[in-house]
C-alpha cells in the first residue's frame, strides 16, 4: 500500500516535471521565433522594396545609355580611366552610400554624399578636377543649382503663416544669421589670421541654415503631435527658407563688391541697388510666368517650369557676368514666390502645384552631384593639425553665438523654454548654399591675387566642407533625438513611438511594446 502511494507521488512528480519542461522549451521556442521575426522585420525595412529595385534597375539602364551616347560625343573621356568616368562614378556612389546611410541612421543623405566626395577626393584617383572638361562642368553645374533650389523652396512657402507671424519668421530668418556672419568674420581674422574682407566673404557663406536637412523630420514630429501649439515646422521651413533668400542675396551682394574689379563708389552702390533690382526683375517674371501662357492650357506646368528655369539661367550667368552678384538669387526667389502666389488664387495649390513637382524631381537628379562633388574639394593634404583645430574652433565659436541667438530670439517670441531649445537645435545644419558656393573664393579670385589670398581661397573650400559634415550630422542627429523630449508636451503619443517610426534602433527602454510592434508590422508585411 505504502510502495503504491510512492509511486503514485513519483509518477506524478515526473509528469509536473514534464509538463514544466515542456512549458519551458515551448516559451524559449516561442521567443527565438519572436526574435527571428524582429531581426527579419529590421532586414526588410533596410532592404529596398521590389519597387525600388525596380526604380533603380530603370535610373542604372539611362545613365548606361546616357554614358554610351557621350562616348561618341566626348570620346575616352569617359573611358575607366577618363577624368568624366571618375566624375560620374563619385556621384553614384554617393548617391547610393547617402541614401543607405538615411535607412540605416536618422542622418540626411547630404551627409553621406559629401562624405563620399571628400573620400574619393583623398584616397581615390588623381583629382579629377584638373581636367579641363571635368573643370567647366562643375563650374557651370553652380550655376544650374542655385536656380533649382531658389525655385523649388518658395514655392512650397506657406505665406499665410508667414504674414500671421512674421516677426518671429523674420527675426529667426536675419538675426542668428547676422550674429554668426559677424563672429565668424570676428574669429576667422583671430584665430585664422584672414583680413577682415576674407572673414566677411566665409561668414557670409557659413551663416546660411539648411532647412532642408531638419524639416522632414519636423514635419514628422509634427504628425505625432509634436509641436503643434506654436506650429514649429511651419515656423523651421519658412524662417530656414528666408534665411537662405538672406544669404543668397548679402553673399552676392558682398563677393562682389570685394572681388568684381571697379570703383569703389560704383562697388558700394551697385551693392545698394542689387537687392532691389532683383527684386524688380523678380516681380516681373514671376507676373510674366503666370500671365503666359494661359492658366487653362494644357501645357501650362512644362511651359511654366521651363520659363522660370530659362529665366533663371539667364539671370544667374548675366548676374556673374555684369558683376551684379546677389541680384539673380534675389530676383529668382521673387519670380517663384510671385508666380506661385498668383497660381494659389485659382486652382494650383502653394504646397502642390505641378511646377513645384518638376521641380522637386530636378532636385532629385542634382542633389547627388551638388554634395558629392562639394565634398570632393576637401583636400585634407594642405590642413595641418594646428589649422584643423582653429578651423573647427572658429566654426564651433562663431555657431554657439548663433544658436544662443536663435533661442534668445525665439523666447523673446513668446515661444517656450524648450521650443526654444529646439528652434536653436534646428538652427545647427548647414549644407546647401555652402555646398553651392564651396569654390565661389577660387573662381572670384582677381588675376594678380597674392599668394596669400589664393592660399586662403584653397582654404575656404576646405572650411565649408569640414562646416558641412559637421554641423549636418550634428543638427540631423539631435533633431531627431531631442524631437520627442522637447516638444512632448502637446503630444499624445509616447517618445520611444516615435523613435520606433524614425529609427532602426529604437531606445532600449519600452522593450515588450516594440517587439511586439515590431512582431505585428512584419506579419503585416509577409
Request: hydrophobic letters at 50%.
Amino acid at each position: 500500500m505504502t510502495t503504491t502511494s510512492y509511486e503514485v507521488d513519483k509518477n506524478e512528480n515526473i509528469r509536473a516535471t514534464n509538463i514544466t519542461t515542456f512549458e519551458l522549451g515551448s516559451s524559449k521556442t516561442h521567443h527565438v521565433k519572436v526574435e527571428k521575426k524582429i531581426f527579419l522585420g529590421k532586414l526588410l525595412q533596410v532592404l529596398p522594396s521590389v519597387s525600388e529595385l525596380r526604380q533603380y534597375v530603370g535610373v542604372f539602364l539611362c545613365g548606361v545609355t546616357i554614358w554610351g551616347t557621350s562616348w561618341f560625343l566626348l570620346k575616352d573621356a569617359v573611358l575607366p580611366d577618363g577624368a568624366l568616368f571618375h566624375m560620374v562614378v563619385v556621384v553614384i556612389v554617393g548617391y547610393i552610400f547617402g541614401h543607405t546611410l538615411e535607412r540605416l541612421t536618422t542622418i540626411n543623405p547630404v551627409v553621406g554624399m559629401t562624405l563620399t566626395g571628400a573620400l574619393y577626393r583623398n584616397f581615390g584617383p588623381p583629382n579629377f578636377l584638373q581636367n579641363p572638361a571635368a573643370n567647366l562642368i562643375d563650374f557651370h553645374l553652380r550655376r544650374i543649382y542655385p536656380v533649382i533650389i531658389l525655385t523649388k523652396g518658395p514655392l512650397s512657402w506657406n505665406w499665410e503663416h508667414i504674414k500671421n507671424n512674421s516677426v518671429k519668421v523674420f527675426s529667426l530668418a536675419t538675426l542668428p544669421w547676422i550674429v554668426e556672419c559677424l563672429s565668424t568674420a570676428f574669429f576667422a581674422h583671430t584665430l585664422l589670421e584672414y583680413p577682415w574682407y576674407w572673414g566677411l566673404h566665409l561668414g557670409s557663406i557659413l551663416a546660411s541654415v539648411s532647412p532642408a536637412i531638419v524639416v522632414p523630420t519636423t514635419l514628422s514630429l509634427h504628425a505625432k503631435g509634436l509641436g503643434t501649439k506654436n506650429q514649429i515646422a511651419l515656423l523651421v521651413g519658412n524662417a530656414g527658407g528666408l534665411d537662405t533668400a538672406f544669404t543668397e542675396g548679402l553673399c552676392g551682394v558682398i563677393n562682389s563688391a570685394i572681388f568684381y574689379p571697379a570703383p569703389l563708389v560704383y562697388r558700394v552702390v551697385k551693392a545698394f541697388l542689387a537687392i532691389f533690382v532683383g527684386i524688380a526683375l523678380g516681380i516681373f517674371w514671376g507676373v510674366l510666368s503666370d500671365e503666359v501662357p494661359d492658366h487653362s492650357d494644357i501645357y501650362a506646368p512644362t511651359i511654366r517650369s521651363l520659363l522660370i528655369f530659362a529665366g533663371g539661367v539667364l539671370l544667374t550667368y548675366a548676374g556673374g557676368y555684369l558683376g551684379w552678384g546677389g541680384t539673380s538669387g534675389v530676383a529668382i526667389m521673387v519670380c517663384a514666390t510671385t508666380a506661385a502666389t498668383r497660381w494659389a488664387r485659382r486652382d494650383w495649390p502653394i504646397t502642390a502645384n505641378p511646377v513645384w513637382e518638376v521641380y522637386k524631381l530636378l532636385w532629385r537628379i542634382f542633389e547627388p552631384m551638388l554634395f558629392t562633388l562639394s565634398g570632393y574639394f576637401l583636400d585634407i593634404s594642405q590642413i595641418s593639425v594646428k589649422e584643423l583645430c582653429l578651423i573647427l574652433g572658429c566654426i564651433c565659436a562663431a555657431l554657439v553665438l548663433r544658436l544662443l541667438t536663435a533661442f534668445l530670439v525665439a523666447l523673446a517670441n513668446k515661444l517656450s523654454v524648450k521650443e526654444s531649445i529646439f528652434i536653436a537645435v534646428t538652427w545647427i545644419p548647414k549644407a546647401i548654399v555652402e555646398a553651392v558656393l564651396v569654390r565661389v573664393a577660387m573662381d572670384s579670385l582677381w588675376d594678380d591675387a597674392s599668394s596669400k589670398d589664393r592660399r586662403i581661397a584653397a582654404q575656404h573650400s576646405n572650411i565649408i566642407v569640414i562646416a558641412i559634415l559637421i554641423t549636418s550630422s550634428l543638427g540631423s542627429v539631435l533633431t531627431t533625438v531631442l524631437g520627442p523630449i522637447l516638444l512632448s508636451q502637446e503630444s499624445r503619443v509616447a517618445p520611444e513611438d516615435f523613435y520606433r517610426t524614425q529609427t532602426l534602433s529604437p531606445p532600449q527602454s519600452s522593450n515588450l511594446v516594440r517587439r511586439n510592434d515590431t512582431t505585428s508590422s512584419l506579419q503585416y508585411s509577409i
